[in-house]
């Protein structure tokens, strides 16, 4: 995939502004100024829905597995398992992003398409 998208203009700044895209609500940043770039649009998009994604993760995993009792020695366990598939996926985006490609994760990346 190419650098920029048709009819975009590309940052001069765009490989700070993609790892501002993936770090939950720095994705603000991009998406408020960078506004004539269409690639970086998307990914600012893209981490948004992402940190999204994450909270209701999250909430479910402690609501749903902390409530449990003896369960929630399991929260214990899997939470730092959790935290490092997330800073996988992050980096995972980032690196993606600047080399001009887009990481596609189902149903988060379709919804951050919708807006």
């Not at 995939?1 to 895209?21: D, E, F, K």
């Not at 996926?89 to 993606?96: D, E």
């Amino acid at each position: 995939m190419a650098n920029t998208t048709p009819g975009s203009t590309p940052s001069s700044n765009r490989a700070v502004m993609i790892v501002l895209s993936y770090m939950w609500l720095l994705a603000l940043v991009p998406l408020l100024t960078e506004k004539d770039d269409a690639e970086l649009q998307w990914h600012a998009r893209h981490g948004l829905v992402l940190m999204i994604a994450e909270l209701f993760l999250w909430i479910a995993f402690y609501a749903v597995l902390g409530s449990l009792g003896i369960f929630g020695c399991i929260v214990g366990l899997f939470s730092p398992i959790l935290v490092l598939a997330e800073v996988v996926l992050h980096v995972m985006c980032i690196v993606k992003g600047i080399s001009g490609q887009r990481l596609l994760v189902p149903g988060i990346s379709e919804f951050a398409n919708k807006f």
